[in-house]
């Protein structure tokens, strides 16, 4: 297996424009998690998956991010209108189930001027 | 809410032993895990430990669980520089990954 792969590496994108990132987990995996890593609040949790539906999305500002997971190989993480302040590197993982090691992608540095 | 934290820096010189705490909130976690994340990349798991463990030893890698505290400690012993990186513990408690803010681990020659 490829392992979790996201899309873009790295996106540069001007205040006010909409942003999509994406992820296509490990397949099998039935869980698979949202997190933005910056140098403030180190990594949060935006959101999880399991078996494609919302488990916690408590950590996601819901007036302008959304997360969908339409099939068990894909998910988005939508940001519109983007802010300055969403620039972090977003980290999508997978697991297998709650309690086991999650994989991650190498991130979506993304940088809102 | 649940709440794992470390320090946020740690620095040590080659073929010393570095010990990297973590104090966490929740109790009803199955495991606890260490993360590895070197620059530009993603994480990727080191180690863990079942709950019910008091320790857990993985060749240079050592983990310490003390459940009444609610700690958890990872010893690298011969430390060298390609250990250089910064180290994340995670708690699974509630069906959810949640991660400290890092401890970065310099090492230096």
């Known amino acids: 297996d490829a392992g979790v792969i996201q899309s873009p590496r790295h996106e540069v994108t001007e205040m006010g424009q909409e942003v999509t990132l994406r992820c296509k987990p490990i397949?099998?995996?039935?869980?698979l998690f949202w997190y933005r890593q910056t140098m403030m609040q180190g990594l949060e949790l935006l959101v999880y998956f399991n078996n494609k539906a919302v488990m916690d999305d408590s950590g996601m500002p819901k007036d302008r991010f959304s997360a969908k997971m339409p099939n068990a190989s894909f998910s988005t993480l939508k940001i519109q209108p983007s802010e300055p302040r969403d620039s972090a590197v977003y980290f999508c993982?997978?697991?297998?189930?709650?309690?086991?090691?999650?994989?991650f992608g190498q991130g979506t540095r993304l940088t809102v001027v | 809410g649940e709440d794992v934290e470390q320090s946020l820096f740690l620095s040590v010189r080659e073929g010393d032993s570095s010990v990297i705490n973590c104090t966490y909130t929740d109790s009803s976690s199955t495991y606890l895990y260490w993360y590895k994340q070197e620059p530009g990349a993603g994480l990727q798991l080191l180690t863990y430990i079942f709950s019910n463990m008091d320790m857990k030893q993985d060749q240079r890698l050592t983990v310490l669980l003390n459940k009444k505290d609610k700690h958890l400690s990872l010893r690298i012993a011969d430390t060298q520089t390609g250990d250089s990186a910064i180290y994340f513990c995670a708690d699974a408690g509630e069906g959810k990954l949640i991660f400290g803010q890092g401890t970065t681990l310099q090492v230096k020659p």
């Open positions: 397949s099998g995996h039935d869980y």
């Open positions: 993982a997978s697991g297998r189930d709650r309690d086991t090691e999650a994989f």
